[in-house]
C-alpha cells in the first residue's frame, strides 16, 4: 500500500512497516514513532539519517503489522480463508491459545486450585503439553521458512 495508506491505518492505531523490517511505525504522541528491530524506538523527526526515511516514506509496499489473534472466535474467519497463510496464521494461533489454557489449568491443578476434578491422570495432561509445545516450535519453524508472519 501507499505511505499514505499507510498513515491512516496508523492514525486508527495499526502498526505498519515495509517487507522485511523487523521493526514497525506507530501513530503515537501525536507523531509517527519509529520503534526499531534492537528496540530503539524514536519520534521520526529525529531521525538520524532523514534521506532512508523519506525513502522509505516514498514506497509504494507498506503493510499493516499483522496482530496476534486473542481468542478462538477470532480464528473462525481466518480459518476459512481461500490464502493458505491465513488459515496457517489461525492454526498456530488457536493452538497456542489452546497451550495456554492448558498450562493454565495445569498451574491451578499444580496449586490445588481446580474448581473441577480432572478424569484422566496427570502423566496425560503432561504428555498432551509436551505434544502442544513440540507443534507449535514446528509450526514456527515452517512458519520461518515459508516467509509466514505469525
Not at 14 to 30: D, I, M, Q, S, T
Not at 57 to 78: F, H, R, Y
Request: charged letters at 30%; aromatic letters at 12%; glycine letters at 6%.
Amino acid at each position: 500500500m501507499e505511505f499514505r495508506e499507510a498513515l491512516a491505518a496508523m492514525m486508527n492505531g495499526k502498526k505498519v512497516r515495509l517487507p522485511g523490517w523487523k521493526g514497525y511505525w506507530a501513530w503515537e504522541k501525536n507523531t509517527i514513532m519509529l520503534h526499531c528491530e534492537g528496540g530503539k524506538v524514536l519520534d521520526i523527526r529525529q531521525t538520524d539519517d532523514p534521506l532512508f526515511t523519506f525513502t522509505n516514506v516514498a514506497s509504494n509496499e507498506w503493510e499493516v503489522v499483522p496482530e496476534p489473534l486473542t481468542g478462538l472466535a477470532e480464528t473462525i474467519k481466518p480459518m476459512l480463508s481461500g490464502d493458505y497463510k491465513e488459515r496457517f496464521r489461525a492454526e498456530y494461533w488457536q493452538t497456542v491459545i489452546r497451550f495456554k489454557k492448558l498450562k493454565a489449568m495445569l498451574i491451578k491443578w499444580d496449586a490445588g486450585r481446580l474448581d473441577f476434578t480432572p478424569t484422566c491422570c496427570r502423566g496425560i495432561y503432561n504428555i498432551q503439553e509436551r505434544a502442544m509445545a513440540d507443534y507449535i516450535a514446528t509450526l514456527e519453524t515452517r512458519a520461518q521458512i515459508e516467509g509466514i508472519e505469525l
